[in-house]
Each structure stands twice: as structure tokens, then as C-alpha cells.
T-cell receptor, first 112, second 114 residues
Framework: DSGVTQTPKHLITATGQRVTLRCSPR?????VYWYQQSLDQGLQFLIQ???????AKGNILERFSAQQFPDLHSELNLSSLELGDSALYFC???????????FGEGSRLTVL | GENVEQHPSTLSVQEGDSAVIKCTYS??????FPWYKQELGKGPQLIID?????GEKKDQRIAVTLNKTAKHFSLHITETQPEDSAVYFC?????????????FGTGTRLTIIP
């Protein structure tokens, strides 16, 4: 158990819909990262927050947004969903901006 | 930006044999190279990492080697066991840039045959 909690574990929705994925980082970790893992693909970095502030953006679509709340949990919002958004979405946390990443078990999104 | 290539994409070895996974990177400024293991239904977990000031690092049955001149690094698993079956990801970044610059390879699915 990495200490990072993600909900929901599985989500099935239709094209055009909006979903919210939630992540609770390890206790004490200030940095939260979101990654997308599509079939046979590596981990694509989406966005990073550090202590409530957006720190870095990767290949995140404009239809996607995220935030980190004062209690340090984070949410990833995916809107106007397309079939190609079907993937595993991982949240990871770390104490500081470098060093070991601790991953949650992921949220599997299926868009029909 | 950084580009990390990983080979092979799948690898099957007999239990007790060794497994080797290789990665190449493009950015000569990269100096941090971690390896993550992802078991079925779980998130990736760091198993070993190496920084550019060393050429090899070992932790029990796992070792990583780094050739900065050739820009490639490898994961070696000796005396493989069934619990080594998983997907392994290599990654590279410049540590000064932080984790947001960590670029992952596409993964190697390792299967240990009993």
C-alpha cells in the first residue's frame, strides 16, 4: 500500500460527459502528480501541483483541468469526453518536487 | 524534450534465469534514472534508481547500469522468481528540474515461466 488513495477505481461513462477523479496523497506529501496510461503506452505526465499551486503542465488537454485543495487532496476533471480518453489515470505524490514518486492504484476510465 | 525508448516490450524468461531490460535516452543533460515496477492492478512502485555520478548500482537481485556516453541504461534481474512478473518502466530526468520532467519509457512486460 503506497498510501495514495484514488477514487473511483472504475468509471464507465459516455462520450460528451464529464467526470471527476479524486486523489488523496500520502500524509505529509505536498506534491501531487497526475498521469495518463493508455493501452501499451507509458505514463504520460499531465499536471503537477505543489502545496495547492499548479507547478507544471505536461500533455494535458484543454478539456482537462485539475486542482489541489487546502487539505492537499487533488481532483482531475475530464470534460467533453471522447473515446480516446479511455485510459488508466494515476495520481502520484512525493514529499518534495524531486525524489521517489508514490503512485495510487489508478482510476480506470472507460468512455463508450 | 527528453525521449526515452525501452526494449523489449515483452520478455519471457525461465524461473531462475536472468532478465535484462534496456533503455536509451536522448537528452544528455539527464542525470537521474529510476526504474518502476507495476504489478497487475496496482500503481508503479520504485524499485531502484541511479544517478549519473555512478555507473552501476545493485540491490540484492536487481542491478542497474548506466552508460552516459552511449546514453543508455539497463535493468538486470538475476535468479528471477514468479513474483518478478510485472511491467517495468524506465525513466529519465534532470534532477534539477524535478519530477515534472521525468519521462517514462513505454514499459516491458516481464513474464517468469515456472
Amino acid at each position: 500500500d503506497s498510501g495514495v488513495t484514488q477514487t473511483p477505481k472504475h468509471l464507465i461513462t459516455a462520450t460528451g460527459q464529464r467526470v471527476t477523479l479524486r486523489c488523496s496523497p500520502r500524509s505529509g506529501d505536498l506534491s501531487v502528480y497526475w498521469y495518463q496510461q493508455s493501452l501499451d503506452q507509458g505514463l504520460q505526465f499531465l499536471i503537477q501541483y505543489y502545496n495547492g499551486e499548479e507547478r507544471a503542465k505536461g500533455n494535458i488537454l484543454e478539456r482537462f483541468s485539475a486542482q489541489q485543495f487546502p487539505d492537499l487532496h487533488s481532483e482531475l476533471n475530464l470534460s467533453s469526453l471522447e473515446l480516446g480518453d479511455s485510459a488508466l489515470y494515476f495520481c502520484a505524490s512525493s514529499i518534495i518536487a524531486t525524489g521517489e514518486l508514490f503512485f495510487g492504484e489508478g482510476s480506470r476510465l472507460t468512455v463508450l | 524534450g527528453e525521449n526515452v525508448e525501452q526494449h523489449p516490450s515483452t520478455l519471457s524468461v525461465q524461473e531462475g534465469d536472468s532478465a535484462v531490460i534496456k533503455c536509451t535516452y536522448s537528452d544528455s543533460a539527464s542525470n537521474y534514472f529510476p526504474w518502476y515496477k507495476q504489478e497487475l492492478g496496482k500503481g508503479p512502485q520504485l524499485i531502484i534508481d541511479i544517478r549519473s555520478n555512478v555507473g552501476e548500482k545493485k540491490d540484492q537481485r536487481i542491478a542497474v547500469t548506466l552508460n552516459k556516453t552511449a546514453k543508455h541504461f539497463s535493468l538486470h534481474i538475476t535468479e528471477t522468481q514468479p513474483e518478478d512478473s510485472a511491467v517495468y518502466f524506465c525513466a529519465a530526468s534532470g534532477t534539477n528540474f524535478g519530477n515534472e520532467k521525468l519521462t517514462f519509457g513505454t514499459g516491458t512486460r516481464l513474464t517468469i515461466i515456472p
